[in-house]
């Protein structure tokens, strides 16, 4: 497993929309989750095909005030990111 290989931002963050930088580019796709801090899934994408580094994240709708965790899931491994949420 690899770590640090990805990062999000900005960071605190609106609720709206991120983005997922990659240490490195990614030939086979990607897998996003967003969980709630009680760890209920509130996001999940699936971005297919070789990809850049930068990947924007839409969220569906805009998240409540809190902490999320993020799991970048990609063939470089799985990491997971602290995302705080603030309006």
Known sequence: II????????NPNEGSAFTVQLEQTVEQG????VMDAMG???LEKQFTGA??????????????NGV??????????????RLVVTH
């Open 51 to 64: 990809l850049g580094q930068l990947i924007d994240v839409q969220m569906d709708q805009t998240l409540s």
């Open 68 to 81: 999320y965790h993020v799991e970048v899931i990609s063939e470089q491994g799985n990491d997971v990111h």
């Open 3 to 10: 770590a640090h290989s990805s990062a999000i931002y900005p």
């Open 40 to 42: 209920k899934l509130v």
């Open 30 to 33: 990607l897998r996003v989750r």
